[in-house]
């Protein structure tokens, strides 16, 4: 018998995939088609999720702020960053943001259906539809990270 999904989900996770769906085609993603990232969840109830294209260019600046503002928008555009507590409700976990790249994701619950493949796992936000009605499919895979698997 597999052990409940709260349980598993703890500890430290390495991004493998982030792939997009749109009207049933394939898409290319934000990140990229080798997205870099890592999910923590803690045994406390908070999480956090980092994920990133991995060859952004440099903003050539010590900080966003610093940055001019096309580089600091292309930064920004290739991440997606969130942290806050947790909650595992059947096979969907509940993602309850307080901090996050996106200030309109604070105060708000992503939720994310958990589907397993051996030790392998994928979370997948609800279906969303394009203004043309398409629906939008996204699919996030996670391995436990090499420190994880020692």
């Known amino acids: 018998m597999s052990k409940p999904h709260a349980t598993r989900l703890v ?20 990140l990229g088609a080798r997205p870099q990232g890592l999910l923590l969840y803690h045994p406390d109830g908070y999480m956090s999720a980092v994920m990133a294209a991995r060859d952004r260019d440099a903003v050539n600046a010590p900080s966003l702020l610093a940055a001019d503002d096309r580089a600091a928008l292309a930064a920004a555009r290739s991440c997606i960053a969130y942290a806050g507590r947790y909650e595992v409700w059947g096979d969907q976990v509940h993602h309850h943001v307080e901090n996050s790249l996106l200030p309109d994701w604070v105060g708000r619950t992503l939720v994310r259906t958990i589907r397993w493949q051996g030790d392998v796992l994928t979370l997948s936000p609800p279906d969303e539809q394009t203004r ?4 939008v499919q996204r699919a996030i895979t996670w391995t436990r990270t090499a420190a994880e698997k020692q």
């Open 11 to 30: 500890g430290s996770w390495q991004l493998q995939r982030y792939q997009v769906v749109v009207g049933g085609e394939p898409r290319s993603s934000i």
């Open 132 to 135: 043309s009605g398409k629906t």
